[in-house]
């Protein structure tokens, strides 16, 4: 690839020399425009075959070719020159146009430049939001899709749970419940143990546990017995 010399694209550079900055006028801003330094003065126009010549610039109108030319001045800041190809003393055809800011040259950009930067910039953006929105589309293959943004999951977090009411009971559910509770008493009828003859039954799950409970007293004696009993036996 052939390299790019910055000459080829002016609109991105700036050139200044400050020495000139605090005594420029209309009188002597071409003269500061023709400057070795400067990028944007063409040294074969005819600037400065008339600077060579010690000419006024008076005797431009009478030649052929490039020349630059103040067009505008706003004093102390502004000067605008420009830069055009003449082909007769009175037909001239604009090349490019230059404006002095403080002393500060930059190239202006031409109309079709401005309106492909602009056209560039909004495209630039319109890409950028469609980019952003296919980030929030979420798809599944059993609900499809759907939109998912960062701020919803902060609203959910934030947004307090209500609770859920619970629905009161059917009537059929309710004959349903006694139903099943009906046929599970028929399939385990409880068991009665009657201690002794005369005594009023006992059922099966307080008898259980009051055996439990007995068990437990006793354990409980014989390890407080135990206790006792132990330091008689260290002493002996």
């Known amino acids: 690839m052939a390299s790019v010399d910055f000459r080829d694209n002016l609109l991105g550079i700036s050139w200044v020399d400050s020495g000139w900055v605090p005594i420029l006028n ?8 023709s400057e070795r ?6 040294r074969t126009c005819n600037n400065e075959i008339v600077k060579m010549q010690r000419l006024t610039l008076e005797h431009l109108n009478q030649m052929v070719g490039v020349e630059y030319i103040l067009l505008h001045a706003q004093e102390p800041i502004l000067y605008i020159i420009r830069k055009q190809q003449r082909q007769s003393p009175t037909q001239v055809i604009p090349l ?3 404006y002095i800011i403080a002393g500060v040259v930059y190239q202006a950009p031409d109309l079709g430049t401005v309106i492909s930067s602009r056209v560039l910039s909004a495209v630039h953006g319109i890409q950028s939001a469609f980019d952003e929105a296919m980030s929030y589309c979420r798809y599944h293959p059993s609900k499809g899709y759907w939109w998912h943004f960062k701020d919803q999951e902060e609203r959910e977090k934030t947004k ?20 099943l509770l009906l046929d599970l008493r028929s399939k385990f009828p409880p068991t009665f143990y009657q201690p002794k003859p005369g005594d009023k039954p ?8 009051h055996k439990i409970l007995n068990l437990k007293m006793c354990t409980f004696r014989r390890i407080l017995h ?3 009993l132990q330091p008689m036996f260290q002493l002996r």
């Open 26 to 33: 209309p009188g002597n801003v071409l003269d500061y425009f």
């Open 37 to 42: 330094s400067n990028p944007f003065y063409d």
């Open 96 to 98: 490019a146009d230059y």
């Open 160 to 179: 307090p749970k209500s609770k859920k009411k619970e629905e009161p009971s059917s009537l059929f559910q309710r004959h349903r419940v006694d139903t």
């Open 202 to 209: 006992i059922p099966g799950i307080i008898l259980y546990r």
């Open 226 to 228: 135990i206790n006792r």
